[in-house]
């Protein structure tokens, strides 16, 4: 969708619904109970990790507005929606993304989450409860205050499932959140082993540990195309790969083709 058309869109919706409609549209992702990128973000596990996740979707597809932290402490984060170049982004659509967030902070365990917009004078309380409170369109609205009273451990990652093999059981750990920053330290208490331990242990086994990393991407990335229609962007974020061209360069390196090429050749050679 065009920017020119969503622009209008959410003018619309404004205009027979208010903008706290707006902020509120974003709740429908609750209602989705699969999509790629959705599922990468929702697999976050506080909102520092959320954030993260968030800045990497925006780069990944080269986003003009970007969300950028301000502060995070404890139960509070400070962000700013601004545009790299040209003019700020409109209120409606800071307000949109800001619904957005909010609803995924939600999805990840956040409860009694409440949102001031700052920066242009007094705060004014946009959310109180996860409920929008903003009876008429402000002049700013791309910085924010947003607080949440608690998160819910019970939406928190449990332990991954201890397998026999090593190699099978990094795998099984990438691909159950490709999109997390894996330092290989972090890889290694994971499975149970220090640093050095794991290194001695793959070099011995005869392989690396970026190389499996990027091995369990492009699988994961291969198996999606099988399994849903989602497009080759959604695919290739929700895989761990930082852009386009990373997803392109890597999976061609691994099978010789590129995510398109690969999709094509799949699809010709499927029955019926």
């Avoid at 990128?37 to 970007?66: I, N």
């Avoid at 009694?112 to 002049?139: F, M, T, Y």
């Avoid at 492009?218 to 790969?241: C, K, N, T």
Wanted: net charge positive.
């Amino acid at each position: 969708m065009s920017p020119d058309v969503k622009r209008r869109l959410l003018d619309h919706a404004c205009r027979i619904a208010g903008p706290g409609f707006v902020l509120q549209v974003g709740q429908g992702i609750h209602a989705v109970s699969s999509d790629p990128t959705l599922d990468v973000l929702r697999r976050a596990t506080d909102p520092a990790a959320l954030l993260d996740r968030w800045s990497r979707l925006e780069k990944y597809h080269h986003s003009h507005h970007r969300v950028q932290l301000v502060q995070l402490g404890k139960g509070c984060a400070r962000l700013r929606h601004r545009s790299l170049r040209g003019a700020p982004p409109h209120p409606l659509e800071s307000l949109a993304v800001l619904g957005l967030l909010v609803a995924l902070l939600q999805a990840i365990g956040c409860v009694g989450v409440d949102v001031d917009l700052a920066g242009g004078g007094p705060d004014i309380p946009a959310i109180r409860e996860g409920r929008a409170q903003l009876p008429a369109l402000p002049g700013e609205a791309d910085e924010w205050v947003i607080r949440w009273a608690a998160l819910r451990a019970e939406n928190r990652i449990q332990p991954l499932p201890v397998a026999a093999d090593l190699i099978e059981r990094l795998y099984q750990l990438f691909d159950d959140d490709p999109v997390r920053h894996w330092p290989i330290a972090m890889a290694a208490c994971k499975v149970g082993m220090s640093t050095r331990g794991l290194q001695r242990r793959l070099n011995i086994l005869g392989v690396s540990y970026s190389g499996i990393l990027r091995d369990a991407r492009v699988r994961r990335a291969a198996r999606a195309m099988l399994d849903a229609p989602a497009s080759l962007a959604e695919i290739g974020y929700a895989a761990g790969f930082a852009d386009q061209a990373h997803f392109t360069r890597e999976f061609r390196r691994i099978l010789g083709a590129s995510p398109a090429e690969w999709r094509r050749q799949v699809a010709s050679t499927s029955p019926g």
